[in-house]
């Protein structure tokens, strides 16, 4: 028998029963729940007259919907007060655990879970967001649902799902210093497109991939989908498992020791065949930041902005994401002007992201006319934090240090971008309007973020160290 | 869910890449309005002019494609977020099928969820479709048969995982289907709990 992939391992470990065609019935070992579909799917289950198939699998906390001003509470942005309602009632009277504001757990779904060990190596998750792919950083098997999807787990505790083909990603070399996950990322979907991944679960391999901190393989992962795949991969190794243990909600003794015994076993086999590879030379990966309204739209931050007719079938639209981005063919991206700086989101809102800022904001000053926020991921990110005083450092640069929560990454809370201003953010879409309506956003890492809120403008932050 | 047997309309291009779930419905939409209130806000960013007037520029504003139950599209259509809203805006719009290279995944499955219909086919034809369906006369899908028939008399087979197939022709309710493997859900949940106990939160556990 050929080998087996890890993502070969990690399905075939939760189908119930296979129902012909290439489609099997899964088993959903986490359900996770936030404050947009969360309320909505309560309320269906109730009203077909369901009951939850098994409450102590679901986890909800709001996150999209609410205000990270400081001292906000449900109700500071009232239409996600209505959400975080819905939630917290439905998962009350469903018996579902709840994280609340101002609670430890609280956060966004795709930072709290793994933090709190509520996600752990080898367990399926799902969620109402396409970045749940974020949590196969850690050897999950997770991806993003819809609704239904999430009314159907509620009900039955699986999904019927057709698996998805599989691809590697190899990342040789190594990532010079000053160069990110987030780097790597972004110049993995320019190089390979934002369809490249679409029908397929991507595993990233290789000796850059190992060196790697969890953290950063989270934020790997996290973009997966902007690659067009459901699933992103890492296979745990040690440095996982040292990550997980002493978690919250992760297994303890005994139990600790069989689930790494298990994890170890995570891996690709050496004979397993993939349906596509591709190489990646990390070594070549630069600060990179994007310039259109596609997460492909990605370059290193020392390049021009590309003639759109240079763009072959994709000149127009190329022309349609300059014109939206306010941009001229061939100018340096270094050296745009910025008006807002967000740093936060799933992709980048963990300690280390919020480390990696303040050690470029330390002892700086935000330039004049530039709004800068920071927005920790979890309330357990926004405590240690300020256990380590960054929330200090943050503020005396001139930054705002807010609540935890998806904030101007999705902008559902009415944190906007104004029309026409440009951003750097180190969330993961630059979609036209994905900031407000006329928002200009470049995506980038935490230390381009926080270099771009000092110098008021894109800047390598290797010439800020 | 509303059963699609065959559908018949003028197909409007909407030749771009990567139309993601963000432009099809904004956020804010979905934060203040129902599910059946979407329709006037699809495509907004495209549609409507910052005055919040129509752009005759857009395809959909054009009198022939106006209300057009199908959409031809570019390759990696509904990709990004996985807001089903994406999916009901545009049944709001009346639209009831998307033909384009390829889909988003979670787009893809959320169509079936609620009775539009997903059609993959090569770029090259349905770059063809949009040229012979330029005029707006109208375009047949035919589910039962799963062909196509064109406004130039030609058709075109296209391909529909069965078991998807089964449930939009007759609306079915996929929870229903799944609760008929209860017993097999709840073996393997037992026998699970025995080969990875770590798998199981306490909370879990401590339930009957």
């Known amino acids: 028998m050929a080998g087996r992939t890890l993502f070969d391992k990690l399905w075939d470990a939760h189908v119930v029963r296979d129902l012909g065609d290439g489609w099997a019935l899964l088993h959903i070992d986490r359900h996770l729940m936030h404050d947009l579909g969360g309320g909505p799917g309560f309320a269906e289950i109730a009203a077909r007259g369901l009951e939850l198939h098994d409450p102590g699998l679901t986890f909800a906390t709001p996150d999209h919907a609410v205000s990270s001003q400081p001292g906000r509470v449900a109700t500071t942005f009232p239409l996600g007060g209505r959400l975080h309602a819905a939630l917290r009632d439905g998962a009350k009277s469903a018996g579902v655990q709840f994280f609340d504001l101002g609670a430890p757990g609280q956060g966004i779904v795709h930072v709290m879970a793994p933090e709190l060990g509520i996600v752990l190596p080898g367990l399926s998750v799902v969620c109402t967001d396409s970045h749940t792919c974020t949590n196969g950083g850690i050897g999950a098997l997770a991806f993003g649902i819809g609704s239904s999807e999430s009314v159907h787990v509620l009900a039955t505790q699986t999904l019927r799902q057709q698996k998805p083909r599989r691809m590697r990603i190899r990342c040789e070399g190594t990532l010079a210093s000053g160069v990110t996950a987030k780097d790597l990322a972004l110049h993995i979907i320019g190089r390979l497109g934002a369809a490249a991944g679409v029908g397929h679960a991507v595993e990233f391999a290789g000796p850059a991939i190992e060196a790697l901190e969890v953290e950063a393989r989270l934020t790997l992962c996290n973009l997966a989908v902007e690659l067009g795949a459901r699933f992103g991969l890492v296979a745990p190794d040690e440095r996982t498992i040292a990550w997980v243990a002493g978690r919250p909600w992760a297994p303890e003794g005994a139990a600790f020791e069989a689930a790494a015994a298990y994890w170890r076993k995570l891996t690709t086999d050496p004979d397993a065949v993939f349906d596509s590879e591709e190489t990646i030379d990390a070594s070549q990966v630069a600060p990179t930041v994007t310039w259109g309204t596609s997460p492909e739209h990605a370059i290193a931050i020392d390049a021009a902005v590309p003639d759109p007719a240079t763009l072959g079938p994709r000149a127009q639209e190329g022309a349609a994401a300059l014109a939206y981005m306010g941009l001229q063919p061939n100018a340096p991206i270094a050296g745009t002007p910025v008006d807002w700086v967000f740093i936060g989101s799933c992709a980048n809102s963990r300690l280390s992201d919020l480390r990696a800022a303040a050690q470029i904001a330390r002892g700086r000053k935000v330039a004049s006319g530039v709004k800068a926020w920071v927005v920790p991921g979890s309330e357990i990110v926004k405590r240690a934090a300020e256990a380590e005083g960054l929330h200090r450092l943050f503020t005396e640069a001139g930054f705002e240090w807010r609540e935890p929560g998806c904030s101007m990454c999705v902008a559902a809370n009415g944190e906007q971008v104004p029309p026409g201003q440009r951003s750097v953010s180190t969330s993961n879409r630059n979609f036209v309007g994905r900031q407000g309506p006329g928002a200009r956003t470049h995506l980038a890492s935490p230390a381009v973020a926080a270099a771009a809120a000092i110098a008021g403008c894109i800047i390598d932050p290797r010439a800020l160290r | ?208």
């Open chain 2, 1 to 208: 869910m509303t059963p699609f047997t065959t559908v018949v309309g003028p197909a409007a291009p909407l030749m771009r890449d990567n139309v993601d779930t963000d432009v099809i419905i904004r956020i804010e939409r979905l934060t203040s309005l129902g599910r059946n209130e979407l329709g006037p806000y699809a495509l907004e960013a495209l549609r409507l002019r910052a005055d919040g007037s129509e752009d005759p520029g857009f395809v959909l504003n054009q009198p022939p494609f106006r209300g057009a139950p199908i959409l031809l599209a570019g390759s990696n259509f509904g990709c990004g977020s996985s807001r089903e809203g994406a999916v009901w805006a545009l049944m709001g719009l009346d639209v009831r099928c998307v033909i384009a290279p390829s889909f988003g995944d979670i787009f893809f499955s959320n169509c079936f969820q609620n009775g539009l219909l997903p059609i993959r086919l090569p770029a090259p034809t349905v770059e063809r479709l949009a040229a012979a369906c330029a005029g707006g006369a109208p375009v047949t899908v035919d589910l039962q048969q799963c062909v196509l028939r064109t406004p130039d008399n030609s058709t075109v087979p296209f391909t529909v995982d069965a078991l998807r197939r089964e449930g939009l022709l007759k609306g079915l309710d996929d929870i229903g289907l799944t609760l008929q493997h209860d017993d097999a859900i709840r073996t393997w949940q037992r026998e699970d709990r025995i080969r990875r106990p770590w798998a199981w939160p306490a909370a879990a556990l401590e339930r009957p």
